[in-house]
Nanobody, 123 residues
Framework: QVQLVESGGGLVQAGGSLRLSCEAS????????MGWFRQALGKEREFVAK????????YYADSVKGRFTVSRDNAKNTVYLQMNSLQPDDTAVYYC????????????????WGQGTQVTVSS
C-alpha cells in the first residue's frame, strides 16, 4: 500500500515557476515508478511526466517537454515536478500516481493516487 500526498500548487503568473512535491508513505517507495498527471476543468486526465523507480529514466508529454522536470529522492520518499515557463493552458489539478515497477502514460494503469493539488496560471 502506498499513500501519496501532493503539495506545492498555487496561483502563478504566466512565465512563472512552481515546484510540486508528492510524498509517499511506506518503505517500498523505491519499488514504484511514478507518474504525474493533470486534469483541467471539463477535460480528461492527461499524462504529464513519468519517472522510473531509480530516477534514471524520465519521459514527458510533448506539451511540457523542455519546461517541466520530474525527479525523485528515494531517501525522502518524494517525487517532484519542477514547472517552469508556466502558461495558462497548464492550469489544472495535478496528481501524482504510483505504479509497481514500471511507469506508463495511461492513468488507468496506476493503482495509487494522491488527492491532487491545484495549479492556476494567470495571463
Amino acid at each position: 500500500q502506498v499513500q501519496l500526498v501532493e503539495s506545492g500548487g498555487g496561483l502563478v503568473q504566466a512565465g512563472g515557476s512552481l515546484r510540486l512535491s508528492c510524498e509517499a508513505s511506506g518503505r517500498t517507495f523505491s519499488s514504484y515508478a511514478m507518474g504525474w498527471f493533470r486534469q483541467a476543468l471539463g477535460k480528461e486526465r492527461e499524462f504529464v511526466a513519468k519517472i522510473s523507480k531509480s530516477g534514471a529514466s524520465t519521459y514527458y508529454a510533448d506539451s511540457v517537454k523542455g519546461r517541466f522536470t520530474v525527479s525523485r529522492d528515494n531517501a525522502k520518499n518524494t517525487v517532484y515536478l519542477q514547472m517552469n515557463s508556466l502558461q495558462p493552458d497548464d492550469t489544472a489539478v495535478y496528481y501524482c500516481a504510483a505504479r509497481w515497477v514500471l511507469a506508463t502514460t495511461t492513468p488507468n494503469d496506476y493503482g495509487y493516487w494522491g488527492q491532487g493539488t491545484q495549479v492556476t496560471v494567470s495571463s
